[in-house]
């Protein structure tokens, strides 16, 4: 039976209590490492302290979370919770994707890298159709000439790049 | 006039043309894809932008924010999805209007209605923003810090049901802001010994991790859906026609929107909740509403689109970020050396005049699109959700390494995304978190300059304008105290079926002493041990 706070509730009740527990004891940490990692200048006035603003900032993040896990309409965490928390460790797997990526990228180059993640990633999410493969590796290859030339953004050219013959190199670092 | 045509030749060059078409269709196309946001199209374009001059790199910017909301209309009304999170209460109207069999009624009226909006916001920028510029030497240290506390504090206020969780956020953006090193007496804060984090943490990073890696994570641990649009037929200009037997609710919408947009904290969804609200109230057929109302609809689409433009008036006037977006774009400015303040007025006026117009062609360019390509963007809203996903993931990597080529950048990036996307599951705001690292900074700096002039607390709120924007932030604390005060009456009579009775133990101990001893509380004893012999003698 759902009380009437439960019903009042903005949002889905699944990992609330989790979040809320683990926001607090994460400022409540950063609170107690305060004076270690700020100073403390001699002849200064309070709020021009280096100390002065994240200490506010720390005590406002400690309190206003507490005072909202105190509010919370549960106090005891249900296996929803965890299966709220399984779900989020599959965002994880995404972020490794992303960093084995960004790691690549300046090792073997944008161009290659782009071309054999994208369908690879798309091949992970269950597409295995030639239609979405080809669409891939299309977008891969538009995405990557989009703004490396034609934005022209700042993405300096890989460690193979310095095998390749002279001609070829500066065509690379370029354009790919 | 020749401010007009400087203005014009500002704008005459191909680089412009290109990116105020690119801006307007891709702004469209960005915001009929479910699960694209401009907010993501923009976290991803920022760097990519810094390398182009300012006007050109703004109106990209800006056409995208401004043109999302058209689009996000599109698969609002068809398969009754918000297209962007703004064109939620697009779908209340919107699709019962489908069901009935009228998509293209309520497609052109949705344009139309956000066309009125748009254009309305660009001549309330242009008549005000010179205003409050003109009140922006007023401004000093004191003046701006209790602006952003107040802007800071609406934005915490306005999550309903949410506020404390929102200030915690706020105040974690805050604490983002304060780690590295401080420019005053170049100590290191929070840096924990790491070279990395001795910069700071950028704020386009915190952007791109919360936007669109979370957006992207969230896409690809979803499912596809399948998703079948009928063909559309019949014109698209009926739409005009039909607003203009609507002045009174697109007017006020669009007033709505354009206050909403100007007072720092507030954007959308107030704009639109209160425009709905106030057609609901003050319409012939409010039973209509929530069924396929005209005027909801105009209500929802002209708010909505009036804010982008008023967003800027308090960023050009007096580099105080309107909201979220707005705040990511001031990076473009400072990039540029181009400061936003009452010095752009004097200096750089014809580049202002330029920002209008370019607003303007945007609105015109993007209707004009819409009234002959809407079939062929439907089907746009057919890319499959994990594919997206995929695509986002790709894109926000040039986002960030673009920015300083550091892979802890993007390490940093993917550890903000991790968490926007528990804050999305959770349904909590990620808002707070930008604007509290925008905001916090420009508080500290003014807290500091100012605090060095004063030497009591009450010559804080000397000045005039101060002291207005002092009252202004009481005003809005009380007001949010009394309605949690009402919120906990409501529940307390919901749950003790009392509004007035004490609930504390101690009271109700009290009542039933006194009714213990009285002949009242004799008799119903009385009765109810007959009852009780009844209900026991039964068996």
Same mark, same amino acid.
């Given at each position: ?28 940490? *950063? ?13 200064? #006035?309070?709020?021009?302290? $280096?100390?002065?603003w ?6 406002g993040?400690a ?15 249900s ?5 709220? @928390?399984?779900?989020?460790? &599959? ?6 994707? %992303? ?78 | 006039?020749d ?15 290109l ?7 891709g ?10 946001g ?12 810094f ?14 924010y ?35 069999? &009228? ?14 909006g ?5 001549v309330?920028?242009?008549l ?5 510029? #003109?009140?922006?030497?007023?401004f000093?240290?004191?003046?701006? %810090? ?21 200030g ?8 983002l ?7 005053? #007496? ?18 386009? @990073? ?10 992207? /994570? ?45 007072? $720092? ?7 639109? %909740? ?16 929530g ?19 008023a ?26 050396? @181009? ?11 014809? /580049? ?11 609105? @015109? ?15 746009v ?39 926007? /996307? ?45 002291f ?10 009380v ?30 101990m009290?009542?039933?002493?006194n009714?213990?001893? #009285? ?12 009852? *009780?012999?009844?209900?026991?003698? *039964?068996?």
């Open positions: 039976m759902t009380t009437e706070r439960e019903r009042r509730f903005v949002g889905p009740r699944r990992g609330q209590l989790v979040f809320a527990a683990v926001f607090v004891a994460l400022s409540a940490l *950063l609170l107690v490492m305060l004076p270690e990692q700020t100073a403390w200048t001699k002849k200064t #006035k309070l709020f021009a302290q $280096p100390r002065f994240p200490a506010v900032a720390l005590g993040m309190l206003f979370a507490a005072l909202h896990l105190y509010r919370l309409p549960w106090k005891r965490v296996r929803y919770d965890m299966r709220e @928390v399984r779900k989020w460790s &599959e965002a994880v797997e995404y972020a490794g994707w %992303f960093m084995a990526y960004v790691i690549m990228v300046p090792v073997i180059g944008y161009l290659p890298v782009t071309v054999v993640f994208v369908p690879a990633l798309a091949w992970r999410m269950g597409y295995r159709s030639r239609g979405m493969l080809l669409l891939s590796v299309v977008f891969a290859v538009a995405v990557v000439i989009l703004f490396k030339a034609v934005l022209a953004v700042r993405i300096p050219g890989a460690m193979l790049y310095e095998y390749f013959p002279s001609a070829l190199r500066s065509f690379a670092i370029l354009y790919l | 006039m401010l007009l045509i400087s203005a014009f030749d500002i704008l005459l060059r191909w680089d412009v043309a990116a105020l078409l690119a801006g307007s269709v702004g469209v196309l960005i915001g009929a894809i479910p699960g694209v401009p907010a993501v199209a923009i976290a991803i374009l920022l760097p990519a932008t390398s182009l001059d300012p006007i050109v790199g703004l109106t990209v910017l800006l056409g995208i401004g043109s999302s909301m058209y689009g996000g209309a599109i698969p609002a009304i068809l398969i009754n999805t918000p297209g962007t999170a703004v064109n939620a209460l697009t779908t209340y109207d919107g699709h019962p209007m489908t069901a009935r069999g &009228e998509p293209r009624r309520a497609l052109s009226l949705a344009y139309s209605a956000s066309f009125f748009g254009v309305f916001s660009v309330c920028l242009i005000f923003a010179p205003v409050l510029a #003109k009140v922006a030497p007023m000093g240290s004191r003046e701006i %810090f209790l602006a952003a506390l107040l802007g800071l504090i609406l934005v915490v206020v306005a999550h309903r049901g949410q506020t404390l969780i929102a915690a956020l706020a105040c974690l953006g805050i604490f802001n304060t780690i590295g090193m401080e420019p005053v #007496k170049y100590t290191q804060r929070y840096t924990f010994g790491q070279d990395f984090l001795g910069g700071g943490i950028n704020l386009i @990073v915190v952007v791109l991790g919360l936007f669109a890696l979370s957006q992207a /994570f969230v896409l690809l641990t979803d499912e596809d859906e399948k998703i079948r649009v009928s063909r559309l037929r019949g014109g698209l200009f009926q739409g005009l026609r039909e607003l203009a037997r609507h002045p009174r609710v697109a007017g006020v919408s669009a007033s709505f929107g354009v206050l909403m947009g100007m007072i $720092p904290g507030v954007g959308e969804f107030t704009a639109q %909740f209160m425009s709905y609200t106030y057609a609901q109230k003050t319409s012939k057929r409010p039973q209509d509403f069924r396929g109302s005209s005027e909801g609809l105009i209500a929802a689409e002209t708010s909505n689109n009036a804010v982008p433009a967003a800027m008036v308090p960023l050009l006037a007096l580099g105080i970020p309107g909201e979220a977006l707005t705040a990511m774009m001031l990076s473009v400015f400072y990039v540029h050396n @181009v400061v936003p303040g009452p010095g752009l007025f004097q200096n750089d006026m014809d /580049f202002v005049v330029a920002l209008y117009l370019a607003l303007l062609i945007l609105n @015109v360019l993007v209707l004009v699109f819409l009234l002959f390509a809407t079939g062929a963007l439907v089907q809203v057919r890319i499959p959700n994990r594919f997206l996903g995929v695509c986002i993931l790709t894109l926000s990597f040039v986002g960030v390494y673009s920015l300083r080529n550091s892979v802890t950048d993007c390490l940093l990036a993917a550890g903000f995304g991790v968490f926007g /996307f528990v804050l999305k599951r959770l349904s909590l705001p990620a808002v707070p978190i930008i604007l509290g690292m925008v905001l916090g900074g420009i508080m500290e700096v003014k807290l500091r300059a100012a605090m060095a002039r004063i030497k009591t607390p009450f010559d804080f709120i000397d000045r005039p304008v101060a207005i924007l002092f009252s202004l932030i009481i005003i809005v604390l007001a949010h105290v009394l309605r949690v005060r009402k919120d906990r009456l409501s529940l307390k009579e919901a749950e003790w079926q009392t509004k007035t009775a004490s609930t504390s133990f101690g009271a109700l009290w009542r039933r002493r009714s213990f001893l #009285k002949a009242h509380g004799k008799k119903v004893r009385a009765r109810h041990s007959r009852l *009780l012999r009844r209900l026991t003698g *039964l068996f």
